[in-house]
């Protein structure tokens, strides 16, 4: 037996409920027939024939049976929907980055003048740290290539970096 692999993504099969025919399809062609019969009943003459009601069923008819016809996999209908959401949208899409429709008034606030900028306070904070001369950073190169030591390196959840080294002495 074939099993075959249905993508989650078509969701607008169809079903065929008589024959060739779509449940869409069906109910175009049963509106002339409900429609056409209520039409008969309720304008005069009341249950009488008449030649504009045999015209106005039959125009109905013809227009639900045109709308019924299908056209790769979709009923002339859905693509007249199409259409007519494509029409009706805008032409100009225009997007104005700098306008103030649906944003919140946030009020300046200044600063009082007793307070001293945070700018200046971390530039001065900043650890100055010395500079290695050229022995002891070729000394603390040749430690980290040292392969008795093992030399680790470590982060944590929030950026933190640990170096971790030991050293096995013989």
């Given amino acids: ?17 008589a024959g ?3 449940f869409s399809q069906l109910i175009l062609f049963a509106i002339p027939v409900f429609g056409g019969s209520l039409f008969y009943a309720v ?32 009923i002339l209908l859905l693509w007249m929907i199409v259409l007519l959401r494509y ?12 306008t103030n429709s649906f944003r919140e008034n946030y009020p300046n606030h200044s600063a009082p003048p007793d ?4 700018r200046s306070i971390s530039k001065l904070s900043l650890p100055v740290l010395p500079k290695l001369g050229l022995v002891d950073s070729a000394r603390a190169f040749k430690a980290l290539d040292d392969p008795l030591r093992q030399l680790r390196y470590e982060t944590t959840k ?3 970096l640990y170096v971790r ?6």
């Fill in 87 to 98: 029409n009706l949208r805008p032409k100009f899409y225009l997007f104005n980055k700098n």
């Fill in 1 to 17: 037996m074939k099993a075959t692999i249905v993508p989650a993504q078509v969701t607008t099969v169809e079903d065929r409920v």
């Fill in 115 to 118: 307070q001293v900028d945070v």
């Fill in 20 to 22: 060739n025919l779509g």
């Fill in 43 to 74: 304008l005069p003459p009341s249950m009488g024939a008449s030649a504009y009601k045999l015209v106005v069923i039959g125009i109905v008819t013809v227009f639900s049976s045109v709308l019924a016809i299908r056209i790769k996999g979709k």
């Fill in 158 to 160: 929030k950026g933190g």
């Fill in 165 to 170: 080294y030991t050293e096995i002495e013989e």
